[in-house]
């Protein structure tokens, strides 16, 4: 018998579990299971066709070059780009200067934490708050101070008053469709944050995967556009390009970024170059405007189908919350646990992600967040009714 190791990892690490969404999709991996638990968008919108004739024409143009390495802050073209079309949609000026090309905007909340954390620092999240951004920082091991929500996003009184009291390093908020409520900041409360930032010379990190799925199309102003100093702005590609490509970006101030590209350096020297060049083709043969546009019906059909669904077919005292984008909705079960609820529902081949998973206090034990953008309607509606006949056979058991 091979004797037991005994390695001597971090205290950090040691103390990070494994994140609960990648731990339940291995579950959905199942046959015929119905996954409402992870983000995946629709691979049915993925531009196949014209990702792979911008890869033909990068091999013509590039040659060789493109299996070199290349420099930290990526492709210079790529970050005129997002410049340009940032600050035209958001009405403020940024350079290419200010932009970081990442592995995905995971790897942006990896930077983040990096440059800012030391173990007991305070930081303040949203309540709830996206998990991977929590089991992110989570390695820095901060203090989680998480701030409530409303309607019309973050509570203000509540982060003033965190903010003069425990003088944290940042706040990580998500303005646009919030995960995992689907929550949006009012343009009135994005202004009011942003003298709040400056007032108090306080750093936010937006992170903004969802802002393009807008199935209202009207148009937002990032907190960044209105607090340029004291913003540090995550962008992705994934939900609206391609996630295996692994593409996002950080946009912030100067002194920022020079820290951000020093992490950066240390952690993979540059984001994948050939995923880079290949984008950046794509970006500038097609318009991906139009592609965004497809997305965002597809999205929005399958979003009014889930909540029909649960309104036709789940128990009168479920609460769905409202939200016009992203990829996700968020409901109330009263005197429901969701975490023991979940064992029911992968009987019945339906998962979810529960809702105290959000939270670094264990509260939302009576939510939880469903996905609908990867799934077919029919897989949606099915889905609802199963897991409907998981909370009535939940509720039999605990009733007994």
């Not at 070059?65 to 958001?90: M, N, V």
């Not at 907190?223 to 992705?236: K, M, Q, T």
Request: proline fraction near 4%.
């Amino acid at each position: 018998m091979t004797e037991e190791k005994n390695y001597k990892f971090s205290e950090a690490l040691s103390n990070s579990n494994p994140s609960f969404i990648r731990e339940i999709l291995k579950l959905t991996a199942v046959k015929d299971m119905i996954s409402f638990a992870g983000g995946l968008p629709d691979a049915n919108l993925f531009p196949k066709n014209h990702i792979k004739s911008a890869t033909l024409d990068i091999f013509e143009e590039y040659g060789n070059t493109l299996f070199q390495y290349t420099t930290t802050e990526g492709l210079y073209s790529l970050r005129q780009w997002i410049a340009d079309t940032f600050s035209l949609k958001h009405g403020c000026s940024v350079t290419p200067e200010q932009v970081l090309i990442v592995s995905g905007s995971q790897q942006a909340l990896d930077l983040v934490g990096k440059i800012f954390i030391n173990k007991n620092d305070n930081i303040l999240i949203e309540s709830p708050s996206y998990l991977g951004a929590i089991q992110a920082f989570n390695l820095y091991s901060p203090c989680f101070n998480e701030i409530s929500m409303s309607f019309d996003g973050i509570n203000l009184d509540e982060l003033n008053y965190s903010i003069e009291s425990k003088d944290p390093k940042f706040f990580y908020g998500i303005p646009n469709f919030q995960n995992p409520t689907g929550i949006s900041y009012s343009i009135e409360k994005r202004k009011k944050l942003a003298e709040l930032l400056i007032k108090h010379d306080q750093i936010m990190v937006e992170d903004d995967p969802y802002g393009e799925l807008n199935y209202n199309e009207q148009p937002t102003r990032s907190v960044f556009s209105l607090a340029p100093d004291n913003v540090i702005y995550l962008g992705s590609f994934s939900k609206v390009f391609a996630p295996s490509f692994r593409l996002g970006w950080i946009i912030s101030p100067e002194k920022i970024m020079e820290k951000l590209i020093v992490a950066k350096q240390a952690s993979d020297l540059h984001t994948n170059y050939f995923s880079q060049v290949i984008l950046n083709k794509y970006l500038n043969k097609f318009d991906i405007t139009d592609h965004i546009i497809n997305i965002r019906n597809s999205y929005a059909e399958k979003r009014k189908i889930m909540i029909d669904s649960i309104n036709d077919y789940m128990d009168k005292d479920v609460i769905v919350y409202p939200s016009n984008g992203g990829m996700f909705i968020w409901i109330k079960i009263p005197n429901t646990s969701s975490m023991d609820l979940l064992p029911y529902a992968i009987k019945n081949k339906v998962a979810f992600i529960p809702g105290e998973t959000f939270s670094t206090k264990g509260e939302y034990k009576d939510q939880i967040r469903l996905n609908y953008t990867s799934l077919t309607n029919e897989n949606i509606i099915l889905g609802i009714k199963l897991l409907q006949k998981s909370l009535l056979e939940y509720r039999l058991n605990i009733n007994k």
